[in-house]
């Protein structure tokens, strides 16, 4: 047989509220693999959704997972602090991976996984699952061509928004099983060497919100050349300035008493504007759209048509075929590295601005 046309054959690690409807409903779906292992340190759950969806075995823990044999690839989704050591782990084992973003914490932690995936061949997929998004898709490519073509004139300056409210969107797993007393999986801490303790835990939560909203930035305009600005005293309004070779950007995070979640991208060029709007994470009906005028008169809608795949089925999908053909993922832990980096520059001028 073809490896190509071979199923793969995934081990899941974790099968709560996100594991369940974010991924695992989701591969189930792919004609491409099958759900073949799960480990979940809870038995009344792990023995529920093994048999909901269809898993042919179940672990007591990881380390069992990767001695399978028949397991291609894992897709391990627990929580933040437990993230990377379980990463680490997988990495380790050859196994290849697909984790929830943040890749990790700090620079640091981040090496350490990089580097494991290095010596054992693994890919390492992140789930920014806003660049698998059909509309992000058909935004990047709209906005690569005004680029290119130089259609609407140089860029002149971008802009960022996140105001949080409601990403869930009523979602519900397919199985619940009120279980909550589990062993303690082995954690990192949440933030780098640098930051102060009493606040690590809002740099924790800078990270995961936000680390979308910059990766998507990252993803249309590069890698910036620096951080200008950063006033992050205030959860609810947030503001930072950043560079790209000149072109400066606004990035404004925070909580509006809106239960909408609002989010996305303002560009300006010398003869137009292009704009970027994101759904909620959890919205499975809706993807992103995008505008785009010129000072002529020329106006450009994308169109939300229905039957569009959800962003997080687009890269179950994604991972599946990254795996059968060895190709370079989309979202790479290579690229997510880079989120943590930029991260860090902002906090630290932010630290700065503190002590003025």
Not at 251 to 266: A, H, I, K, M
Not at 299 to 307: F, I, L, Y
Request: glycine share 6%; proline share 6%; charged share 25%.
């Amino acid at each position: 047989m073809n490896p190509r046309e071979k199923k793969v054959k995934l081990g899941f690690v974790g099968a709560g509220f996100v594991g369940q409807i974010a991924h695992i409903a989701n591969f189930r779906d792919v004609q491409t693999c099958e759900l073949h292992a799960l480990s979940e340190l809870r038995p009344e759950l792990a023995t529920a959704v093994a048999r909901h969806y269809g898993f042919q075995k179940t672990y007591a823990s990881t380390q069992e997972l990767l001695e399978d044999p028949l397991v291609d690839a894992v897709v391990a989704i627990t929580r933040r602090p437990h993230t990377g050591p379980t990463a680490l782990e997988i990495l380790q084992s050859g196994k290849h991976l697909l984790t929830e973003k943040p890749l990790c914490h700090s620079v640091a932690q981040a090496e350490s996984l990089l580097a494991a995936a290095q010596t054992s061949g693994a890919i390492h997929s992140v789930g920014y699952m806003r660049r698998h998004d059909a509309g992000v898709a058909k935004a990047h490519a709209k906005f690569r061509d005004l680029i290119a073509s130089n259609d609407l004139g140089p860029l002149l300056s971008a802009k960022a928004y996140c105001w949080g409210g409601d990403s869930y969107q009523g979602s519900r797993p397919e199985v619940a099983v009120e279980e909550y007393a589990y062993p303690e999986l082995k954690s990192w801490p949440l933030s780098p060497d640098f930051m102060p303790a009493d606040l690590a835990m809002d740099y924790a939560n800078f990270v995961n919100v936000y680390c979308h909203t910059l990766n998507l930035l990252r993803f249309f305009l590069g890698e910036p050349t620096q951080v200008v600005r950063a006033n992050l005293r205030n959860p609810k309004e947030q503001e930072i300035s950043l560079e790209f070779e000149r072109i400066p950007a606004q990035l404004n995070f925070g909580v509006r008493p809106s239960t909408d979640w609002q989010e996305g991208f303002e560009f300006e060029f010398a003869k137009g504007s292009f704009a970027l709007s994101l759904p909620p994470a959890f919205a499975k009906t809706r993807i992103a759209t995008y505008q785009w005028s010129g000072r002529n008169g020329e106006v450009e809608k994308s169109s939300p048509a229905g039957g569009e795949k959800w962003a997080f089925r687009r890269q179950a999908e994604a991972f599946v075929d990254d795996v059968r053909t060895k190709k370079f993922p989309l979202a790479s832990a290579e690229d997510a590295i880079e989120d943590l980096r930029l991260i860090e520059k902002i906090w630290m001028v932010h630290l700065k601005e503190l002590t003025l």
